[in-house]
Antibody, heavy 116, light 108 residues
Framework: EVQLVQSGAEVKKPGESLRISCKGS????????ISWVRQMPGKGLEWMGR????????DYSPSFQGHVSISADKSISTAYLQWGSLKASDTALYYC?????????WGQGTLVTVSS | EIVLTQSPGTLSLSPGERATLSCRAS???????LAWYQQKPGQAPRLLIY???SRATGIPDRFSGSGSGTDFTLTISRPEPEDSAVYYC?????????FGGGTKVEIK
């Protein structure tokens, strides 16, 4: 079974750094891009960016470029989403999903709460 | 950036009453690179349709997609109560990938 399993919920303070993870299993991890999607509380889906785990080539939405970093470690079939300095407005549910365009399946989501 | 506008915002239907969801793009979506997702409360989105009209694995045939260019439609032919959810369209023909704002479907 193809599966993406994300790391657990995080509670952070503004200005702190954070890295969340997404581990793929049941398929060859380097054969498919991984995309990241944000869902703010009670809101819709926002595409953040994607990475090709085979060569770490990335593509970001202009809305998120410079504020987050996407990386991958193909040796452990894991992709990452990282912030250098969190803001309260980063409070959201973050999903990873397999695919460059349409995406399937999706991870279960990681809830990130940023509050002083 | 391609902006996707979904309508209606909310759709309330009875079981078996055909549902038609619209997704309109601000510019042409190349090669019909449009997908539809279903999201139920507390769950991750699930892929329904890709390439505008191809059903994803395991998706019931009551779900169908159509359209090209700037106008796309998701149809649920005989909705069941379990189809109550928010439905999102997504274009992936040009970067950045974008999603529509969603249509909430209530089957009562």
């Amino acid at each position: 079974e193809v599966q993406l399993v994300q790391s657990g919920a995080e509670v952070k303070k503004p200005g702190e750094s954070l890295r969340i993870s997404c581990k793929g299993s049941g398929y060859t991890f380097t054969n498919n891009w991984i995309s990241w999607v944000r869902q703010m509380p009670g809101k819709g889906l926002e595409w953040m960016g994607r990475i090709d785990p085979s060569d770490s080539n990335t593509d970001y939405s202009p809305s998120f470029q410079g504020h987050v970093s996407i990386s991958a470690d193909k040796s452990i079939s894991t992709a990452y989403l990282q912030w250098g300095s969190l803001k309260a407005s980063d409070t959201a549910l973050y999903y990873c999903a397999r695919g460059h365009g349409w995406t399937d399946p999706w991870g279960q989501g990681t809830l990130v709460t940023v509050s002083s | 950036e391609i902006v996707l506008t979904q309508s209606p915002g909310t759709l309330s239907l009875s079981p078996g009453e055909r549902a038609t969801l619209s997704c309109r793009a601000s510019q042409s979506v190349s090669s019909s690179y449009l997908a539809w997702y279903q999201q139920k409360p507390g769950q991750a989105p699930r892929l329904l349709i890709y390439g505008a009209s191809s059903r994803a694995t395991g998706i019931p045939d009551r779900f169908s997609g159509s359209g090209s260019g700037t106008d796309f439609t998701l149809t649920i032919s005989r909705p069941e109560p379990e189809d109550s959810a928010v439905y999102y369209c997504q274009q992936y023909g040009s970067s950045p990938v974008t999603f529509g704002g969603g249509t909430k479907v209530e089957i009562k």
